[in-house]
Nanobody, 127 residues
Framework: QVQLVESGGGLVQAGGSLRLSCTTS????????MAWFRQTPGKERDFVAA????????YYADSAKGRFTISRDNAKKTVYLQMNGLKPEDTAVYYC????????????????????WGQGTQVTVSS
């Protein structure tokens, strides 16, 4: 079992930055690929970014490319999402997710491919 706890959300003005953190506990963190998703009320959960266990590969949604950076620190069992140039449309609850690194579709943008989820952290971007 893996427990995920997100933090770092909040209210920020358009153009500002936030760094989200997702701290894990439980089994060996380096056995897991990690990802960030986001969701707004009444909509499907959308993929934001993913990173493989070794940090050798990262994947981004088109909406995140050039503005967001995913990274991880295996020693700290933490994955990060640095968000720059935030826009009002980035307002959502952001979720951290984990999946075993031996699964199919490396860097998968599909929520069903992830086994563990955090409780989410709210990000609100004002215009």
């Amino acid at each position: 079992q893996v427990q995920l706890v997100e933090s770092g959300g909040g209210l920020v003005q358009a153009g500002g930055s936030l760094r989200l953190s997702c701290t894990t506990s439980g089994r060996t963190f380096s056995n897991y690929d990690m990802a960030w998703f986001r969701q707004t009320p009444g909509k499907e959960r959308d993929f934001v970014a993913a990173i493989v266990w070794s940090s050798s590969n990262t994947y981004y949604a088109d909406s995140a490319k050039g503005r967001f950076t995913i990274s991880r620190d295996n020693a700290k069992k933490t994955v990060y999402l640095q968000m720059n140039g935030l826009k009002p449309e980035d307002t959502a609850v952001y979720y951290c997710a984990a999946r075993l690194r031996w699964g199919p579709r490396i860097g998968s943008p599909y929520g069903d491919d992830y086994d563990y989820w955090g409780q989410g952290t709210q990000v609100t971007v004002s215009s």
